[in-house]
């Protein structure tokens, strides 16, 4: 350390999203100065519902950013299960979940994490890495300004890729074998400027039919988040036409019936809306050298673990950690996040097909069970039994991964 708290080691973070922001901010903490780098022009807001566990909310604690990042949940959430003539039976609530975990927006997270920057972190924009090549004692990384063209090669000790799951730091350093994954799902997501007719603010609802579904999400002060997650057999034909388009047909030929076609109208005229296919990243090792790969870029658990934002937080901060418990011994530092992080991302990453089937149930087979299980959880004394079960599931999401 030099007399201003400073390791005088300098890291690229690629990628302006919550693993990336938390890692900078960590980073900078324990004295590390991190250079970070976004492809697009500015900072992204909004984005869609997220619910953080407490793995998300213990890390965000500690870096001291949980109360920018808030909270809004709402009180009394109810949710409705419901059919396409609008029949409503009781559904489960996710702030019955163990943990209570919070209802938040993306960009709530996000911005709450980039508030705690310092200033003197630098940030640039419309910045992209086009070579990575390393050495015993740095890394070398050419980095081009997509406005511009110029490239710059600059010396790194270290560089996180934290750029999300279709990672370019994955394939320039990790070469070319496909570490991703496809679920044969599609998701279209956004959030609404007003409550869904018919329903109070704190009320959502689930039409979960065989192979496709579709979840609003209440806020307590915010018109909720609209959620499609359906399953395809052919991704590319899917992105071949509008997304509205695909959507539609996923949930067609029958007819919508008004519920649904007027949130199929909603998706319709939303200004912004995430569009996208679901895929999970599977990899043998996140680090090689000096390059290290954070939240989807490394392990992307999939908007059905409900996990991706707290274990990107937690990666970040426990990165930091690892990094200043071992001081010059980066190879270490390294060796020791991955091998707290590794058996956590394994159990998520090893429950996302039930909760996929809970999310959107593949087939009558399974809609039938999802049903079964709702039912069970319902009834006096077995609902009590299978809030058990769940709760030691539950318990791995909200693990203090990252507690030093
Ligand atoms: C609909 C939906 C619901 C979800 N619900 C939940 C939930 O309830 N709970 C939860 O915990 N998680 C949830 N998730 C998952 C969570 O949102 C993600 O896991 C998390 O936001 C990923 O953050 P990240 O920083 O790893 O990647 P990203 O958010 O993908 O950020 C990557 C960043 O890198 C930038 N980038 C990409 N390529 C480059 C490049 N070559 N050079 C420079 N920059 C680049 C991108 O522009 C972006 O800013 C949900 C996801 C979806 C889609």
């Not at 319902?378 to 791995?396: C, E, N, T, V």
Request: net charge neutral; charged share 25%.
């Amino acid at each position: 350390m030099t007399h201003n708290g400073r390791t005088g080691r300098r890291a690229l973070v690629v990628g302006l999203g919550i693993a990336g922001i938390a890692t900078a901010l960590r980073l900078r903490q324990v004295g590390w100065e991190p250079v970070l780098v976004e492809r697009a022009a500015g900072r992204r807001s909004g984005g869609y519902f997220i619910m953080l566990f407490g793995t998300g909310v213990a890390s965000a604690r500690r870096l001291g950013v949980l109360d920018a990042i808030g909270d809004r949940s709402a009180a009394n959430l109810t949710m409705h299960e419901v059919d396409r003539a609008g029949r409503r039976r009781p559904g489960m609530s996710p702030a019955a979940l163990p943990g209570r975990p919070r209802q938040l927006l993306r960009g709530d997270i996000e911005q709450g994490l980039f508030a705690a920057l310092p200033d003197d972190v630098e940030i640039r924009y419309r910045t992209v890495p086009d070579a990575i090549v390393q050495d015993d004692a740095g890394v070398d990384v050419t980095l081009r300004d997509t406005a511009t063209g110029a490239a710059v090669t600059e010396r790194f000790d270290l560089v996180v890729g934290a750029d999300g799951m279709r990672s370019t730091v994955r394939a320039l350093a990790f070469g070319p074998q496909e570490y991703l994954h496809p679920l044969n799902y599609m998701i279209a997501a956004t959030v609404l400027d007003e409550p869904v007719e018919g329903f109070a603010r704190h009320e959502g609802l689930v039409l979960a039919e065989p192979g496709r579904s579709v979840w609003t999400f209440p806020f307590a002060d915010h018109a909720p988040g609209l959620l499609f997650s359906y399953r395809t057999a052919d991704i590319d034909a899917e992105f071949a036409r509008p997304p509205v388009a695909s959507v539609r047909a996923a949930f067609g030929p029958e007819p919508a019936g008004p519920l649904l076609e007027s949130l199929l109208r909603r998706f319709e005229q939303a200004p912004e809306f995430l569009f996208d296919s679901v895929h999970q990243v599977r990899m043998p090792r996140w680090h090689r050298g000096r390059v290290v790969l954070m939240g989807d870029a490394a392990w992307c658990l999939t908007l059905y673990s409900g996990m991706g934002a707290s274990s990107g937080i937690a990666g970040g901060e426990l990165l930091g950690t690892m990094l200043q418990r071992h001081g010059d011994d980066l190879p270490a530092a390294l060796d020791a996040w991955e091998a707290r992080m590794r058996p956590f991302i394994g159990h998520q990453q090893d429950t996302i097909l039930s909760m996929r089937r809970l999310f959107t149930p593949d087939d009558r087979r399974e809609q039938l069970l999802r049903t079964g299980m709702l039912r069970l959880m319902r009834a006096p004394g077995i609902g009590r039994a299978m809030s058990k079960i769940m709760a030691k599931d539950m318990q791995a999401k909200n693990l203090d991964v990252a507690a030093a």
